[in-house]
């Protein structure tokens, strides 16, 4: 069973800066993608993703404040958000999935105080 190990998540100010990390338990090579959503009342949405060969992609939300990235060499994706809003307060679950499975971390939470 694969396990995703959310950290980096707190309590920040408007505008301030964050930087989440997931660490998978094998690596993320094995993934077709990886990514982080968030929960808020009544709705789980995608903020950021990045596939097996890279590619990114973003909520409209997120474009241009939040930088998804990975460091294979120790199975971690990062999301740095920066610029951050009172709406961007949620938990904050990482996400790897293959063709056939889904795999969620236990998620972090991010609380932006205005």
């Known amino acids: 069973q694969v396990q995703l190990v959310e950290s980096g998540g707190g309590l920040v100010q408007a505008g301030g800066s964050l930087r989440l990390s997931c660490a998978a338990s094998?690596?993320?090579?094995?993934?077709?993608?990886m990514g982080w959503y968030r929960q808020a009342p009544g709705r789980r949405e995608l903020v950021a993703r990045i596939?097996?060969?890279?590619?990114?992609n973003y909520a409209d939300s997120a474009k241009g404040r939040f930088t998804i990235s990975r460091d294979i060499g120790v199975n971690t994706v990062h999301l740095q958000m920066n610029g951050l809003k009172s709406e961007d307060t949620a938990v904050y679950y990482c996400?790897?999935?293959?063709?056939?499975?889904?795999?969620w971390g236990q998620g972090t939470q991010v609380t932006v105080s205005s």
């Open positions: 996400n790897a999935n293959t063709l056939s499975r889904n795999f």
């Open positions: 596939t097996d060969i890279g590619s990114t």
């Open positions: 094998e690596s993320i090579t094995n993934f077709n993608s």
